[in-house]
């Protein structure tokens, strides 16, 4: 369920917005709910050749751990140039390929998406030009590598690896294969 329009901001915060509304209930009753509102998150899965880069990230007060290149969507942004400008930001990476793969809204009290972009074939064009609280390092793996990585407890998205976990028990996993390196 979206924030319905008659909804109120009652908190600001730098990343989460807190908002209220008066909600009928079944026996005619009114209650306050509330829900949340975050930018939405944008994920990239970018290959070169037969690889698929993974991050290895660390920032303050967080744990090191694996995941997919990506962040925050700008204002203003659509999802996919917010993940061209990530993937170009934290790998100095840029692909002329891009497919929307997944998105997931994982919490039902949290106005959030997250998005799944494949960017097939990408070229280095730039240097990385990370936050001043990113630690960032990139690296090739095939695609069993890729799939064993995700699967791990330190691999940062149990969305995704909830969803790899069902291809894998389903023998769906040559779909994934073929939609990453697909020519």
Known sequence: ???????????????????????????G????????????????????????????????????????LGGRQNPNE???SGAKRELLEESGLSSADWELYKTFEPHAKLDWILYYFVARDCQKVQE???????KIRTFGVNFDEFIDLILQDNFYGTDFALHIAQLKIRNRLDELRNLLFKK
């Not at 369920?1 to 909804?7: E, G, L, T, W």
């Not at 990385?128 to 990113?134: K, T």
């Open 128 to 134: 990385q030009n990370l936050d001043a609280g990113e």
């Open 29 to 68: 009753t009114l209650s306050t709910f509330e829900k949340i509102k975050r930018p939405n998150t944008l994920m990239v899965i970018p290959t070169i050749g037969d690889k698929i880069i993974i991050s290895e990230q660390e920032q303050p007060g967080h744990k090191r751990d694996l995941g997919f």
């Open 78 to 80: 659509s999802p996919e």
């Open 1 to 27: 369920m979206k924030i319905p329009d008659q909804a109120k901001k009652v908190f600001s915060g730098v990343i989460f917005d807190v908002y209220q509304w008066e909600q009928e209930m079944f026996d």
